[in-house]
């Protein structure tokens, strides 16, 4: 190990090495806030550095998946002299509930953070049954 690898992202190339898969394939998982409401869910993602262009959201069937490159850079010119995170890809699926429309998801990444927005489908949607006057 090198003094620009720490520790965390040599486990991550010997465990990739030990599995078979080649290090490139490797991919952080970031933390999301998953919030439920009565039209939906909101999802919000951490994904620091990730630009809209190396953002990649795929729905099939029940399956919601996450992939994204980060654009963080050494500067030109400068040379790090600690890294705590190697990585710079992140990855992530989601199993989805079939209550939700995954037709009408809306997606916005700002400063970093993914927010998806899935809402319940129509037939899952809250509504208020009329009483007929007998």
Do not use: C, W
């Amino acid at each position: 190990m090198n003094s620009n690898t720490s520790p965390r992202v040599a486990e991550s190339k010997e465990l990739a090495r030990k599995e078979g898969a080649r290090y490139s394939d490797a991919a952080l998982t970031p933390p999301v806030d998953v919030i439920e409401d009565s039209g939906g869910i909101t999802l919000f993602a951490d994904l620091p550095g990730v630009s809209r262009e190396k953002l990649g959201l795929h729905v099939a069937s029940d399956t919601l998946t996450i992939e994204a490159e980060s654009d963080l850079a050494v500067p030109e010119g400068l040379e790090s002299s600690h890294t705590e995170v190697g990585l710079g890809r992140f990855r992530r699926v989601f199993t989805l509930s079939k209550e939700l429309d995954t037709a009408a998801i809306s997606a916005e990444l700002k400063q970093g953070v993914l927010k998806l927005r899935i809402p319940k489908a129509e037939h899952a949607q809250p509504r208020r049954i009329e009483i007929q006057a007998a």
